[in-house]
Each structure stands twice: as C-alpha cells, then as structure tokens.
C-alpha cells in the first residue's frame, strides 16, 4: 500500500482513480492520453494528424510540455514517463514480489532491492551503493560541498530534495498524507513511520 503514497501526495490527480491506480476518466495509458490531450486542444484547422499533435506539446524551444501541469521536458519519452505521475499508470510489475512501477528505471533500481547488486561504487572510499543518488548523496560527505542554500534562512544543504523538505518548515505544508486517518506530514519518511506505528503493527 505504501509503495503508492508518495505520488499520490505529491501529484494530486483530477479525476477518480480505480483499483489498479488508472485514471477513470480516459482509462488509456500515458502515451496515449498526452495524444488525446493534444487532439482535444488542437486547432481544428490545424488537422490531428501526429505532427501537428506533437507540436501542440512544444515550447518555442522545442521541449514538451506536460498538458496537466506544465511541466517542461526535453524527450517525449520522459513526457509520457511525467504523465504517468497523474495517472497513476503503473506498466511496469516485478517478477520478485507485487510492486509494480511508473517506470522501467524504477523497477530496474527496486530489482536490486532482492539482488542485493550495488553497481555504483565510491571513489573515494570502498563503499558501494545501489543508486546513482545514493552514490552522490555519499560523494558529499567526502567534498563537504552544500550546493543548495535555502532563501528563508541561512541553511545550506547537500542535496535538493533535502533542501526541498526544509523549506516545508517555513511554509507549514504538510503534502504527505496517510491513506488510513488522513494525518498530514511535511515528510514522507514521517508519514511511513506513522502508519507502520499506529496502522501496521504486527
């Protein structure tokens, strides 16, 4: 059950889900609701033929935007991977157990959760790591670098995302919510605790 709170507190869908997590509303997969989207919002001068749908994603920069959000991306592929986030679209299951993943990335890094493989090894030390951000975030205790400086106070860190949920204590969001009572949290490691405590004791 866990596995889908974090998107679902963090992307905000504006239609009903059902079981599996697919959007009801257009009950197509990713790809072919950002076709859709575009169609819907085409000139109907301009025809729906497949370049004039893509154009309709395109900035004057030649990224693809995102028709829910707006979010900008440079490929299609990572706009059809972005959409999934608001579909809840899940393609990807494991063969080890009854995850399943937005992405083929995800699933590929999760894998590695029953293989026990670390391929990203540390330089500096003879620590190895499972990710590419694992790896980095421990890069950083090497250099001591702080590249993100939050613009409320005078605090620096290492890693956006960890810059991110600071900047949640200055604006008093609680985006994590448990899907049990509702209780909010600033952070997700928070609301897991939560509902392993209080909802989940075995």
Same mark, same amino acid.
């Given at each position: 059950?866990?596995? %889908?709170? %974090?998107?679902? @507190?963090?992307?905000k869908s504006i239609t009903e889900r059902d079981s599996k997590g697919i959007n009801k509303r257009s009950n197509v997969s990713a790809e072919n609701a950002i076709s859709l989207a575009s169609?819907?919002? @085409?000139?109907?001068? /301009? *025809?729906s033929s497949?370049? %004039?749908?893509?154009?309709?994603?395109r900035t004057e920069h030649g990224n693809f935007i995102c028709p829910e959000c707006g979010k900008s991306v440079k490929w299609k592929s990572h706009?059809?991977?972005h959409?999934?986030?608001? &579909? *809840?679209?899940?393609?990807?299951?494991?063969?080890?157990?009854?995850?399943?993943? #937005?992405?083929?990335? /995800?699933? &590929?890094t999760h894998l590695r959760t029953h293989t026990g493989e670390k391929p990203y090894s540390c330089d500096q030390c003879d620590k190895r790591f #499972?990710?590419?951000?694992?790896?980095?975030?421990?890069?950083? &205790?090497?250099t001591g670098e702080k590249p993100y400086s939050c613009d409320q106070c005078d605090k620096r860190f290492s890693m956006k995302s960890d810059l991110n949920r600071h900047s949640l204590t200055h604006t008093g969001e609680k985006p994590y919510e448990c899907p049990i009572c509702k209780k909010a949290?600033?952070? #997700? #490691? %928070?609301r897991d605790k939560h509902y392993k405590n209080v909802h989940n004791k075995k």
């Open positions: 059950m866990l596995e %889908n709170i %974090n998107e679902e @507190a963090q992307h169609i819907s919002d @085409a000139d109907p001068i /301009a *025809g497949r370049m %004039n749908v893509e154009s309709q994603l706009l059809v991977e959409y999934r986030t608001h &579909t *809840g679209e899940k393609p990807f299951p494991c063969d080890k157990c009854d995850k399943r993943f #937005s992405t083929k990335y /995800a699933l &590929t #499972s990710t590419k951000s694992d790896l980095k975030r421990h890069s950083l &205790t090497h949290f600033s952070d #997700s #490691s %928070n």
